[in-house]
């Protein structure tokens, strides 16, 4: 099992950035597809990105293409979610998880999470 610690949310007007980040102990980070959900007030967690445990794949959610870039750097065990031009829909608790499996972009997929962090974006 892997333990997962997430951190960098706070409060940011819209437009702007924050870059979360989540590191990871317990057992060997680089054989681990890494992903982000979010979870809104009142709504389900969903899928908001992942990686592969090389780096080479990633994988977005329609609603932050193109805003939103995962990352993550093996060598420090951690990975990254730099969140650009947000929008006061991306408010939510953010969570990293991690997957045994080669791809993935469901809950299902992800057996290890984090304890999550707190995203607010005023308008």
């Known amino acids: 099992q892997v333990r997962l610690v997430e951190s960098g949310g706070g409060l940011v007007q819209a437009g702007g950035s924050l870059r979360l980040s989540c590191a990871a102990s317990?057992?060997?980070?680089?054989?681990?597809?890494m992903g982000w959900f979010r979870q809104a007030p009142g709504k389900e967690r969903e899928f908001v990105a992942s990686?592969?445990?090389?780096?080479?794949?990633?994988y977005y959610a329609d609603s932050v293409k193109g805003r939103f870039t995962i990352s993550r750097d093996n060598a420090k065990n951690t990975v990254y979610l730099q969140m650009n031009s947000l929008k006061p829909e991306d408010t939510a608790v953010y969570y990293c998880?991690?997957?045994?499996?080669?791809?993935?972009?469901?809950?299902?997929?992800?057996?290890?999470w984090g304890q999550g962090t707190q995203v607010t974006v005023s308008s």
């Open positions: 998880a991690a997957s045994t499996l080669r791809y993935g972009v469901k809950l299902a997929d992800f057996a290890s």
């Open positions: 317990g057992r060997t980070f680089s054989g681990y597809t």
């Open positions: 990686i592969s445990w090389s780096g080479g794949s990633t």
